[in-house]
């Protein structure tokens, strides 16, 4: 099991961009990758302009897999044009 949590700075002003994206994002990744236990964005409640995303994948396999889809790829270039910085990602392992 690994988890991911990436965390996107987004100039202000863009977020309803930024939104709609992430929503279709998460659509995609949760219709389209067995692998991806659980993909969802959220909101700071203090801070509009930066998105979170919680994910957990089977393996580490399954997110190798998820940045090599076509959707993923489309994303991030989607992505460049509403970011303030590059994203903020951490893998992290369960406590056993």
Do not use: W
Not at 8 to 21: D, Y
Not at 52 to 58: G, P, Q, T
């Amino acid at each position: 099991m690994i988890g991911l949590v990436a965390v996107l700075k987004v100039i202000p002003g863009k977020e309803k961009e930024a939104l709609e994206s992430c929503r279709q994002m998460a659509e995609e990744v949760n219709k389209k990758e067995k692998g991806c236990l659980l993909y969802e964005p959220y909101t700071a409640r203090d801070n509009p302009s930066e998105i979170y995303f919680l994910e957990k994948y089977a393996a580490m396999e399954d997110l190798e897999e998820h940045r090599r889809t076509k959707h993923y790829q489309e994303f991030k270039e989607k992505m460049k044009d509403v970011l303030a910085e590059p994203p903020t990602v951490t893998v992290l392992d369960p406590v056993q």
